[in-house]
């Protein structure tokens, strides 16, 4: 039996995951779970799957968390610390880390720290500190297992003592892979929501259709498998059949084949190193017909030569980056801007905000507060 820590069970990754657990109750108990602000669903979780503790990150909603658990022996926190403190308790086996954005980072750390193996579903703690979590990493003698069907396909793809010549890391091109100039300058969060293949949260969504998630998932595959970005490549394959590739050295080519189901790179980060039974979809191969593959349009949709310029800049860059977007993909959400003004606000504060190469974690929030501000101004410009 596993016990599992899910930060950010209110969301796309957390609630496929409590769906790995209920199908797998022999296997795995959600131990802790935790919700920024969506407590009324944080409430109904924890009435079902009665965890030893909750955490509500936003405390306004502490009261109404408590007084509806009353009658269990839930312990019940909240708060941004409490994220931190509870992934340290020594029950906990592994903690998956799916918390949205750059609030996810302290608490990896901390459960880094406390030696727990770690999901990784938080894109944005290896794009923002990837040096110093690969390092805390192996400091603490942590296995860090990618939870991304991106880089869980790679994780399965790889062969101990063979060398990596590439990675082919693999995009579905998002819901305006087709669309014209003129229609990206009138695109709507409606229609950048509507992400062909797969059911995400509005965050990763958007994230999709300007392709700076898969910049993130380059940077991420950068840290998790010490590949330099010239051997990352993207190729977009619109199916999401093909989750990712890898090309040895000797031209063989070895890739993972799934349905579009994040339950799978789920339950085997959970599992690791075994492979147990489900009951969720199957390829029907016949029924494919074709897989496409095409290089993605870096001109158009910027935000993925910004990624690649952040890697190779190195320091602090991509947590600039990643703050920046991270304004600007909320105002665009909110109609406050236009979808082409994403990449012109990310790309226009990685040019100014203070760059930093010897980095610590306050390195990192000092920077992330700054790019974060830089960007608020230039929402209204």
């Given amino acids: 039996m596993r016990k599992i820590a899910i930060l950010g069970s209110t969301g796309s990754i957390g609630t496929q995951a409590l769906d790995v657990i209920s199908a797998h109750p022999d296997l795995f108990e959600a131990y802790a779970l935790t919700a920024n602000n969506n407590v009324s669903l944080l409430i109904e979780q924890a009435r079902h799957f009665q965890p030893e503790m909750v955490v509500i990150a936003n405390e306004q909603h502490y009261d109404k968390l408590k007084r509806a658990l009353s009658d269990l022996p839930i312990k019940v926190y909240a708060g941004a610390q409490a994220l931190c403190d509870i992934v340290e308790d020594t029950n906990i086996d592994i903690v998956l880390a799916s918390m949205v954005g750059f609030a996810g980072l302290k608490p990896t750390i901390s459960a880094i720290k406390a030696k727990k193996a770690i999901a990784?579903?938080?894109?944005e703690t290896l794009v923002v500190a990837g040096d110093l979590i690969t390092r805390l990493c192996k400091q603490y003698e942590v296995p860090l297992l990618p939870?991304?069907?991106?880089h869980s396909a790679i994780f399965q793809?790889?062969?101990p003592g063979n060398k990596i010549?590439?990675?082919?890391?693999?995009?579905s091109g998002g819901p305006f892979r087709r669309f014209s100039d003129e229609e990206l300058k009138k695109a709507s969060p409606s229609q950048a929501l509507s992400h062909p293949t797969w059911h995400m949260g509005d965050k990763i969504t958007i994230d999709s259709a300007t392709m700076m998630n898969k910049g993130f998932?380059?940077?991420e595959a950068h840290w998790l498998f010490g590949v330099p970005s010239e051997k990352i490549e993207v190729v977009v394959?619109?199916?999401?059949v093909i989750h990712s590739m890898v090309q040895f050295h000797d031209g063989a080519v070895k890739a993972q084949l799934g349905t579009p189901d994040m339950r799978l790179p789920i339950q085997y980060a959970f599992s690791y190193p075994r492979r147990i039974q489900n009951d969720y979809g199957r390829l029907d191969f016949p029924g494919l017909q074709q897989l496409t593959f095409e290089k993605p349009d870096m001109v158009r949709f910027r935000?993925?030569?910004l990624a690649y310029d952040a890697l190779a800049e190195g320091g602090n860059m991509a947590c600039i980056m990643n703050a920046a977007n991270e304004v600007a993909n909320r105002a665009f959400i909110d109609n406050r801007i236009s979808f082409l003004r994403i990449a012109e606000i990310i790309e226009e504060t990685m040019n100014n905000v203070e760059k930093a190469y010897d980095c610590s974690l306050d390195t990192y929030l000092e920077t992330d507060r700054k790019s974060r501000a830089y960007a608020e101004r230039l929402l209204d410009k």
């Fill in 217 to 219: 998932e380059v940077i």
């Fill in 157 to 159: 793809c790889l062969e």
């Fill in 303 to 305: 935000c993925l030569q």
């Fill in 120 to 123: 990784l579903a938080n894109k």
């Fill in 237 to 240: 394959h619109p199916q999401s």
């Fill in 165 to 171: 010549e590439k990675i082919l890391l693999t995009a």
């Fill in 147 to 150: 939870v991304d069907s991106e």
